[in-house]
């Protein structure tokens, strides 16, 4: 069955950098689209980024553009996500995600347990 597990979430003063990881099995990951996603305390899931199937294209939220970077390494069945100049409310839960159809939907078919970030000096 399909198995996205985050890590690499943790703390981080406002500033600095974290990098997820997403371990991604029971699927093609080479033919899918996927989504990285988070919910902060209190509010709803919010959209964060989406790269093609190949890597060849990356999607941002306006919240996040410039500062966090996707990436997957499909030999891996792993994606990314480098999230520099972290700011207090970038605090939430990430989620990997599939997408339900492209990369910049916002509804999803799967997603992972989570991987919390703390942002806070």
């Known amino acids: 069955q399909v198995q996205l597990v985050e890590s690499g979430g943790g703390l981080a003063q406002p500033g600095g950098s974290l990098r997820l990881s997403c371990a991604a099995s029971g699927f093609t990951f080479s033919a899918f689209a996927m989504s990285w996603a988070r919910q902060a305390p209190g509010k709803g899931l919010e959209w964060v980024s989406g790269?093609?199937?190949?890597?060849?294209?990356?999607y941002y939220a306006d919240s996040v553009k410039g500062r966090f970077t996707a990436s997957r390494d499909n030999a891996k069945n792993m994606l990314y996500l480098q999230m520099n100049n972290l700011k207090p409310e970038d605090t939430a839960l990430y989620y990997c995600a599939i997408p339900r159809g492209n990369a910049r939907s916002h509804d999803y078919d799967y997603w992972g347990q989570g991987s919390q970030v703390t942002v806070s000096s």
């Open positions: 790269i093609l199937s190949d890597g060849s294209d990356t």
